[in-house]
């Protein structure tokens, strides 16, 4: 098993630009999840899925836009980026929800707004 | 403000030595979880703790939950290089979604 999949890796992009981080995920898992970490302020929720065709809003959804048309994917879609939107940017995936489920990361994103 | 605070921010120590972190809230936490991030990767679980007063050993780590269910401590014993990265501390606040602490970077020097 791949476990969850995150690419690219690292990007760049200039203000304005839009860009689509992409996250797959081979356990079946209904839960899956975008989380963006800046140094010193831990992990926010931008968006989560409960299952396919159904998404809600986190912490910090504005500037974010998701959708999960499968079970496997959930990709996270920034369309007018900004330079408040450099962080790294994690994915993840869990079987069950709340503080029992045992949430699975991609390796993450590094995206830099200049 | 975090919801979830973590102390203290940054451990340099020495290889061997014994270390302590800690994760504190005026909530009450449904279960609280340990993750250890090492740099350019995700995330991993430790383990979940779930009953207050609950203390739980994974090797030389030993995770304790408070009675009050509002804090957690994380003890390493005779820590080693390998101990390196970043801990974070998470929980479900009663009726809430995962939250997470701003984690604890811990250097353990050979």
């Known amino acids: 098993n791949a476990g969850v999949t995150q690419t690219p890796k690292f990007r760049i992009l200039k203000i304005g630009q839009s860009m689509t981080l992409q996250c797959a995920q081979d356990?079946?898992?209904?839960?899956m999840y975008w989380y963006r970490q800046d140094p010193g302020m831990g992990l926010k929720l931008i968006y989560y899925?409960?299952?396919?065709?159904?998404?809600d809003k986190g912490e910090v959804p504005n500037g974010y836009n998701v959708s999960r048309s499968t079970t496997e994917d959930f990709p996270l879609r920034l369309e007018l980026a900004a330079p408040s939107q450099t962080s790294v940017y994690f994915c993840?995936?869990?079987?069950?929800?709340?503080?029992?489920?045992?949430?699975?990361f991609g390796s993450g994103t590094q995206l830099s707004v200049l | 403000t975090q919801l979830l605070e973590q102390s203290p921010q940054f451990l340099s120590i020495q290889e061997g030595e014994n270390l302590t972190v800690y994760c504190n809230s005026s909530?009450?936490?449904?279960?609280l979880q340990w993750y250890r991030q090492e740099p350019g990767e995700g995330p991993v679980l430790l383990v979940t703790?779930?009953?207050?007063?609950e203390v739980k050993k994974l090797k030389r780590l030993t995770f304790q939950f408070g009675d009050a269910r509002k804090d957690s401590s994380l003890h390493i014993t005779a820590a080693q290089p390998g101990d390196t990265g970043l801990y974070l501390c998470?929980?479900?606040?009663?009726?809430?979604?995962?939250?997470f602490g701003a984690g604890t970077i811990l250097r353990v020097k050979s």
């Open positions: 703790v779930v009953t207050g007063g």
């Open positions: 909530s009450v936490f449904s279960s």
């Open positions: 899925s409960v299952g396919a065709g159904i998404t």
């Open positions: 998470a929980g479900v606040p009663d009726g809430n979604k995962l939250v």
């Open positions: 356990m079946n898992h209904n839960y």
């Open positions: 993840a995936s869990s079987l069950r929800t709340g503080g029992s489920g045992k949430l699975f």
